[in-house]
């Protein structure tokens, strides 16, 4: 339990001054240029930027400055691959004077491993990868899938064609990987199938729709069948041959087809859905991938698409769609033009009062990092590692502490911070299973637990930062800061943290924790920004 006055609580009290939250500042507020955002006006680079800027011309909303090289090179990394940059990559793109430098980091990580394992573990939540109830996948499903999904990504699979196997594919669910799709479903009947197809690939919820309607694309999965193995837990998803009869269904655009005998419906629906003209297709991923990147879709929900639901830039959605139509499916050259936009790279700190700023994304949304990548930062901030577990093992599964948590393949491989920082369930697939949303529990935790505190107390990178300084105090400080904020300290800062390490009786490796234990529960770490 922390003290009133123990160290910890009174540096934290001295920081809440200089270390604000960017986001924090409202317009006619002063900031600090270089800290949190550049002094550049914000200036179309590209076609998502003239689109937005024509937009919130038209609603007389002044957009933000571009972010600082500080917050953008944390900012990216977080949203790119779920990590933060070492402190000596921190400091050499801060030195680093070209004014690609951004666009050169950009490319850079969309190339490295953890590319595929962060944005593998997005696309397992939105396919429900989970051994346990209620999905039942059971562990060996689980591994397979993964790891197709992860190969998928690392091999840059035309998003077309990953759908196909996906909507496509027989076989048994341990050796065919991509049938698991028809496996994490909560249901075998076409209706449920339906609509996690239409959930997935067009963000389309199918309850909603009329019944006459949804009945004719729930025909298209009528015939998937499934069928058990003598080896435990393996099961067969395949085309049930037995109807002989043709099959009529109807298109979610409203065009009836007529399945013959031997033709595989799921083909059929395929072909209808991955084609270049398709109104839903290419729509729905790069609404997804804009919303994961930028804390909201252009329609919004993401997974909620409708016409009563319109995009708040329509004309910046068409275009993004023909872009991938054009780039022949390929997902990272969407990544590319939205992470090289301006609109992206804008700071958080809003230029005007308008209450549609946010949702016309005038500024740069700040929201909480993710379970997954928040504590697989404290691991690497304090060099410990994490446990693992999960509540039903069946059969037992062991998870190495080494790995990190935006690698865990099985959604029922958990952990309690992991639940308290709202992980998703994996359950339905929808957007809203995770919850970024803070709570007193998650700050109680952060300030008050002695999971946390054992990691700082034991932590040989701490322990190297405060041999490597020898003894002086401003280069202790600066390499923390730089460590957990991507940043070097103001003077403010500075001044503040030298004046605590100079308390009687403090010694250097002490001051040093209060110092991280102090950083790492701002806001400024806590969430994007």
Same mark, same amino acid.
């Given at each position: 339990?922390?003290?009133?006055?123990?160290?910890?609580?009174?540096?934290?009290?001295?920081?809440?001054?200089?270390?604000?939250?960017?986001?924090?500042?409202?317009?006619?507020?002063?900031?600090?240029?270089?800290?949190?955002?550049?002094?550049?006006?914000?200036?179309?680079?590209?076609?998502?930027?003239?689109?937005?800027?024509?937009?919130?011309?038209?609603?007389?909303?002044?957009?933000?400055?571009?972010?600082?090289?500080?917050?953008?090179?944390?900012?990216?990394?977080?949203?790119?691959?779920?990590?933060?940059?070492?402190?000596?990559?921190?400091?050499?793109?801060?030195?680093?004077?070209?004014?690609?430098?951004?666009?050169?980091?950009?490319?850079?990580?969309?190339?490295?491993?953890?590319?595929?394992?962060?944005?593998?573990?997005?696309?397992?939540?939105?396919?429900?990868?989970?051994?346990?109830?209620?999905?039942?996948?059971?562990?060996?499903?689980?591994?397979?899938?993964?790891?197709?999904?992860?190969?998928?990504?690392?091999?840059?699979?035309?998003?077309?064609?990953?759908?196909?196997?996906?909507?496509?594919?027989?076989?048994?669910?341990?050796?065919?990987?991509?049938?698991?799709?028809?496996?994490?479903?909560?249901?075998?009947?076409?209706?449920?199938?339906?609509?996690?197809?239409?959930?997935?690939?067009?963000?389309?919820?199918?309850?909603?729709?009329?019944?006459?309607?949804?009945?004719?694309?729930?025909?298209?999965?009528?015939?998937?069948?499934?069928?058990?193995?003598?080896?435990?837990?393996?099961?067969?998803?395949?085309?049930?041959?037995?109807?002989?009869?043709?099959?009529?269904?109807?298109?979610?655009?409203?065009?009836?087809?007529?399945?013959?005998?031997?033709?595989?419906?799921?083909?059929?629906?395929?072909?209808?859905?991955?084609?270049?003209?398709?109104?839903?297709?290419?729509?729905?991923?790069?609404?997804?991938?804009?919303?994961?990147?930028?804390?909201?879709?252009?329609?919004?929900?993401?997974?909620?698409?409708?016409?009563?639901?319109?995009?708040?830039?329509?004309?910046?959605?068409?275009?993004?769609?023909?872009?991938?139509?054009?780039? =022949?499916?390929?997902?990272?050259?969407?990544? !590319? +033009?939205? &992470?090289?936009?301006? %609109?992206?790279? *804008?700071?958080? #700190?809003? /230029?005007?009062?308008?209450?549609?700023?946010?949702?016309?994304?005038?500024?740069?949304?700040?929201?909480?990092?993710?379970?997954?990548?928040?504590?697989?930062?404290?691991?690497?901030?304090?060099?410990?590692?994490?446990?693992?577990?999960?509540?039903?093992?069946?059969?037992?599964?062991?998870?190495?502490?080494?790995?990190?948590?935006?690698?865990?393949?099985?959604?029922?491989?958990?952990?309690?911070?992991?639940?308290?920082?709202?992980?998703?369930?994996?359950?339905?697939?929808?957007?809203?299973?995770? =919850?970024?949303?803070?709570?007193?529990?998650? !700050? +109680?935790? &952060?300030?008050?637990? %002695?999971?946390? *505190?054992?990691? #700082?107390? /034991?932590?040989?990178?701490?322990?190297?930062?405060?041999?490597?300084?020898?003894?002086?105090?401003?280069?202790?400080?600066?390499?923390?800061?730089?460590?957990?904020?991507?940043?070097?300290?103001?003077?403010?800062?500075?001044?503040?943290?030298?004046?605590?390490?100079?308390?009687?009786?403090?010694?250097?490796?002490?001051?040093?924790?209060?110092?991280?234990?102090?950083?790492?529960?701002?806001?400024?770490?806590?969430?994007?920004?």
């Amino acid at each position: 339990m922390l003290r009133k006055n123990s160290p910890t609580v009174v540096l934290l009290q001295i920081l809440a001054i200089c270390v604000p939250l960017c986001a924090q500042h409202r317009p006619g507020h002063t900031t600090r240029f270089g800290q949190f955002e550049s002094n550049a006006k914000y200036t179309a680079r590209n076609a998502i930027d003239t689109r937005v800027m024509s937009t919130l011309r038209k609603q007389g909303i002044e957009p933000a400055n571009l972010c600082s090289d500080g917050v953008f090179i944390r900012r990216v990394y977080l949203d790119v691959i779920g990590t933060l940059p070492e402190p000596q990559v921190v400091r050499k793109f801060l030195q680093d004077s070209s004014p690609r430098k951004r666009a050169v980091l950009i490319h850079a990580l969309l190339k490295r491993d953890e590319f595929a394992d962060y944005w593998s573990l997005k696309w397992c939540d939105l396919l429900r990868v989970k051994a346990e109830f209620p999905i039942n996948l059971w562990p060996n499903a689980v591994q397979a899938y993964h790891r197709w999904i992860h190969d998928c990504l690392v091999e840059n699979m035309p998003y077309d064609r990953f759908a196909r196997e996906l909507l496509t594919s027989s076989g048994s669910n341990f050796r065919v990987p991509q049938v698991n799709f028809y496996r994490a479903i909560q249901g075998r009947e076409p209706s449920a199938i339906a609509g996690a197809v239409a959930l997935t690939f067009m963000g389309v919820r199918l309850e909603e729709w009329p019944e006459s309607r949804r009945s004719g694309m729930e025909a298209f999965f009528s015939r998937v069948a499934y069928k058990n193995t003598a080896e435990w837990k393996e099961e067969i998803v395949y085309l049930n041959s037995a109807k002989t009869e043709p099959l009529n269904a109807v298109l979610p655009n409203g065009v009836a087809v007529q399945i013959q005998p031997g033709k595989e419906p799921r083909e059929v629906f395929a072909d209808w859905l991955t084609a270049p003209e398709n109104p839903w297709f290419a729509r729905n991923i790069v609404n997804r991938i804009w919303a994961w990147l930028l804390g909201r879709g252009i329609i919004h929900e993401p997974d909620d698409i409708r016409p009563d639901n319109p995009a708040v830039h329509p004309q910046l959605l068409t275009y993004l769609e023909k872009e991938l139509v054009k780039a =022949n499916y390929d997902l990272r050259h969407i990544y !590319r +033009l939205i &992470l090289n936009s301006r %609109t992206y790279q *804008q700071s958080s #700190i809003p /230029r005007s009062d308008h209450p549609d700023a946010e949702a016309l994304f005038a500024y740069y949304p700040v929201r909480q990092l993710d379970a997954e990548v928040l504590v697989d930062a404290l691991c690497w901030i304090s060099g410990t590692r994490e446990s693992y577990s999960s509540a039903i093992p069946e059969p037992f599964t062991f998870i190495p502490e080494e790995n990190r948590s935006i690698k865990l393949a099985d959604g029922s491989i958990t952990s309690q911070f992991l639940e308290m920082f709202g992980r998703p369930a994996r359950d339905t697939g929808l957007e809203s299973e995770r =919850n970024n949303q803070p709570t007193d529990a998650q !700050r +109680l935790h &952060l300030l008050n637990s %002695t999971h946390v *505190q054992n990691k #700082i107390e /034991r932590s040989w990178r701490l322990r190297g930062l405060v041999n490597t300084a020898k003894g002086n105090r401003r280069t202790l400080v600066s390499t923390i800061y730089v460590t957990i904020l991507s940043r070097y300290p103001t003077q403010d800062e500075l001044a503040a943290a030298q004046k605590y390490f100079q308390t009687k009786g403090m010694n250097l490796r002490q001051a040093a924790n209060d110092l991280v234990w102090a950083l790492i529960n701002t806001k400024e770490f806590l969430y994007r920004h």
